[in-house]
């Protein structure tokens, strides 16, 4: 739709729709069957599986308009969302984190935040290349792939500079 911006290298799959002013980042890849709606913004590296679903109105009803209470969803830099999720608008997908098929995400996720089912919960964390973070009793752990390390500090996850 008119005043929506795709940034370079975006993917966007078989049906996709993506509204006015809705915005996608650099490398967004988008599966097939997914809506974009006006306030969504999608920041650079991150990946809409399959019939995930944004919504943008807390309160849809077909007999009242309620464009004036579109609510914004961030998704934040290279993050997940499975296939046939669900987001409700309002909510922040932290940088890296990772939404499991089919959870409905209802709240905040954390950046690095591994979250599955309904309503979704945090399962555990996830590094920058899509694995799984196992903390030790310092709150270091060590991406399977690439070795990178991360730190848990008070519910946050960093990627430790090395």
Do not use: H
């Amino acid at each position: 739709m008119s005043g929506c911006k795709i940034g370079n290298g975006c993917s966007l799959g078989q049906n996709v729709f993506v509204g006015s002013n809705a915005v996608l980042g650099r490398n967004v890849k988008v599966q097939n069957n997914v809506s974009i709606y006006e306030g969504v913004i999608c920041e650079d590296n991150v990946f809409l599986g399959p019939s995930m679903v944004f919504t943008n109105v807390m309160n849809p009803r077909s007999a009242i308009e309620r464009k004036k209470e579109f609510r914004q969803t961030i998704v934040r830099k290279g993050a997940t969302i499975g296939a046939n999720a669900t987001i409700v608008c309002g909510n922040e997908i932290g940088a890296y984190a990772f939404i499991g098929a089919g959870a409905v995400v209802t709240k905040p996720v954390p950046a690095y935040a591994l979250v599955a089912g309904n309503p979704a919960k945090q399962r555990g964390w996830m590094s920058e290349r899509g694995y799984q973070l196992n903390f030790d009793n310092l709150g270091t752990a060590v991406c399977a792939e690439s070795g990178e390390p991360y730190v848990l500090t008070n519910g946050i996850v960093r990627k430790r500079e090395v």
